[in-house]
């Protein structure tokens, strides 16, 4: 089945800091990307969709300034997280479907996650 | 963003019991509805889907249900097993709104030996 890897899979950063994630379809070429994160005993929320060559789209309440998204080739998009805050700790994952197999396939695929801790 | 994101119900059962997880959801022209299983610390993984036009579609052990009357799903797992132990997500699909997932409360299946 198609792989999307993350990396990296976990990261420590000080606060005020930047931190970068990448997500890469291994097999396929995703037109669409999409980021979630996770709080601990939570439900994944979707934070925004990963468009190639656009701009992302925004889930309400997600400041596109602090989670800077780029989808500049087929198998790579990225999610900054600007000036991190401890509030900003979290478990980021990103998602993406395989569009050569058309509007009949319902899987997408995810990546391992990324387990961020801002202190 | 959206979300259902209160804190995961759990569902305790025995090694060889049937489990059932029920999932609520919120759109009722969402045109499919996904489960995955999430264990710890990874991404969540796909395990059936269901298109909405049917209420019931079989998997290998697995059995997903859907009523749109009350915009209710749930996954049930035969004979269940150590190793289906983890949390269960629904999640509801829109194409027109661009294939994105939204996904579902969770449940939290623990299976004792």
């Known amino acids: 089945g198609a792989v999307v890897s993350q990396h990296p899979s976990w990261v420590i950063c000080k606060s005020g800091t930047s931190v970068k994630i990448e997500c890469r379809s291994l097999?396929?070429?995703?037109?669409?990307m999409f980021w979630y994160r996770q709080f601990p005993k939570q439900s994944l929320m979707l934070m925004a969709t990963?468009?190639?060559?656009?701009?992302?789209?925004?889930e309400q309440g997600v400041e596109k300034d602090k989670f800077l998204i780029n989808h500049a080739s087929l198998t790579l998009s990225t999610l900054t997280v600007t000036s991190a805050h401890p509030e900003d700790s979290s478990f980021y994952i990103c998602?993406?479907?395989?569009?050569?197999?058309?509007?009949?396939?319902?899987?997408?695929?995810f990546g391992q996650g990324t387990r961020l801790t801002v202190v | 963003g959206e979300s259902v994101g209160l804190h995961l119900p759990t569902l305790s059962v025995q090694e060889g019991d049937n489990s059932i997880i029920n999932c609520a959801y919120s759109?009722?022209?969402?045109?499919?509805f996904i489960w995955y299983k999430q264990e710890s610390g990874k991404g969540p993984q796909f395990i059936i889907d269901?298109?909405?036009?049917?209420d019931k579609r079989q998997g290998q052990r697995v059995t997903v249900l859907l009523n749109k009357t009350v915009k209710h799903l749930s996954l049930q797992i035969a004979a269940t097993q150590p190793g289906d132990s983890a949390v269960y997500f629904c999640?509801?699909?829109?194409?027109?709104?661009?294939?994105?997932?939204?996904f579902g409360q969770g449940t939290e299946l623990s299976v004792k030996p």
């Open positions: 999640a509801e699909v829109t194409v027109n709104q661009g294939g994105k997932l939204i």
């Open positions: 998602s993406a479907r395989d569009p050569a197999k058309g509007n009949s396939n319902t899987e997408a695929f």
């Open positions: 269901i298109r909405s036009n049917m």
């Open positions: 759109n009722s022209a969402s045109d499919y």
């Open positions: 990963s468009n190639e060559g656009s701009k992302a789209t925004y």
């Open positions: 097999d396929f070429q995703a037109t669409t």
